[in-house]
């Protein structure tokens, strides 16, 4: 099965919130504004505030104003992705569990205790972390970097242009780091599994094991399994670890080339130094919103790997 199609059936159960996702869309809307708004600002204030000291009260207003904007937006998008993942997870339980329960002799003769009691609590937490956390920063990141680009095209779309020439060299590792995460995050749901099981038996058992004094043997059965877990942890970190530094060696890369071509623009007189700044500051703010995003993306693979 596609991740489209695993993610379309995880994103089914959100559809009876569709008011509380629309309500936490229009928050992602204000917030991405206000991002967008901060660079908007830095234009008449280094052309016109700062040297001859007009429409200070507006300015200083102004950033007022949309910090107090992206703070509303930030906060209802938040809390309502929240809520909605919250229902999510509580109705998706609920199912899974009548589910499990209407199952035949066989099944449960088949699947450990560990493995169904995973299935239930740790696999259904990553499903809330697609719908709530995960989908809420896609689409509020986006909607800011959107709007980043639309001002930095809107001062010079092709010093715009130039600065994202690098954008697919971040696509091929982005795609590289969720292969990774699926796999070993997959990988590390069965240790998790093979633990919790280990652990009911041994301690249901335990009048067993104590009259066999096999508690050193138990022990280092389970300290072995959570070796392996640790190791699997560790390839999804060192997934993860890897993309932020090359995103930074990236972006200072186009930072560098903005800032030479933007220099020669402004000593041309192509573009004042207000629109520079604001520029800058543009291709700044976006690099929080991009770096969000590959965690994004990150997550959107476990939360698939857990669905399957």
């Given amino acids: 099965m596609s991740r489209?199609?695993?993610?379309?059936?995880?994103?089914?159960?959100?559809?009876?919130?569709?008011?509380?996702?629309?309500w936490a869309f229009v928050?992602?809307?204000?917030?991405?504004s206000g991002t967008a708004g901060l660079t908007i600002l830095i234009k008449p204030i280094v052309d016109r505030t700062l040297p001859n000291k007009e429409q200070l009260g507006l300015m200083a207003g102004g950033i007022v104003g949309v910090y107090f904007l992206k703070?509303?937006?930030?906060?209802?998008?938040?809390?309502?992705?929240?809520?909605?993942?919250?229902?999510v997870v509580m109705d998706l339980r609920n199912m899974l569990y009548r589910h499990i329960l209407g199952q035949s002799a066989g099944?449960?003769?088949?699947?450990?205790?560990?493995?169904l009691m995973s299935r239930i609590s740790n696999d259904v937490g990553q499903v809330q972390q697609a719908v709530s956390e995960t989908a809420g920063d896609l689409a509020r990141e986006s909607i800011s970097v959107v709007g980043l680009l639309?001002?930095?095209?809107?001062?010079?779309?092709r010093l715009a242009l130039f600065c994202s020439c690098g954008a697919p060299l971040v696509v091929y590792p982005l795609l590289w780091l969720g292969h990774r995460v699926r796999r070993?995050?997959?990988?590390?749901?069965?240790?998790?599994?093979t633990l919790s099981h280990m652990s009911a038996e041994a301690f249901t058992g335990h009048r067993i094991v104590k009259a066999f004094a096999t508690e050193t043997h138990e022990a280092d059965r389970f300290g072995r399994a959570g070796l392996g877990l640790f190791w699997t942890n560790m390839k999804v970190t060192a997934a993860l670890s890897s993309l932020p530094p090359l995103m930074e060696l990236l972006g200072g890369v186009g930072m560098a080339a903005a800032l030479w071509y933007g220099s020669q623009?402004?000593?041309?007189?192509?573009?004042?130094?207000?629109?520079?700044?604001?520029?800058?500051?543009?291709?700044?703010?976006?690099?929080?919103?991009?770096?969000?995003?590959?965690?994004?993306?990150a997550?959107?693979?476990?939360?698939?790997?857990?669905?399957?």
């Fill in 107 to 115: 099944f449960f003769a088949h699947r450990t205790t560990g493995q």
């Fill in 299 to 308: 997550n959107l693979q476990q939360a698939t790997a857990a669905s399957e």
């Fill in 27 to 32: 928050g992602m809307l204000i917030y991405g």
């Fill in 71 to 87: 703070g509303v937006g930030s906060y209802v998008s938040s809390y309502l992705m929240a809520d909605v993942g919250q229902r």
């Fill in 184 to 193: 070993t995050t997959r990988r590390s749901q069965e240790a998790l599994e």
């Fill in 150 to 157: 639309a001002w930095m095209f809107y001062l010079d779309w």
């Fill in 4 to 22: 489209r199609r695993t993610l379309e059936r995880l994103f089914v159960y959100a559809r009876p919130y569709r008011g509380r996702l629309l």
């Fill in 265 to 297: 623009q402004v000593d041309a007189g192509r573009m004042t130094e207000g629109a520079f700044f604001s520029f800058m500051a543009s291709v700044l703010l976006m690099y929080g919103p991009l770096k969000k995003l590959s965690r994004v993306n």
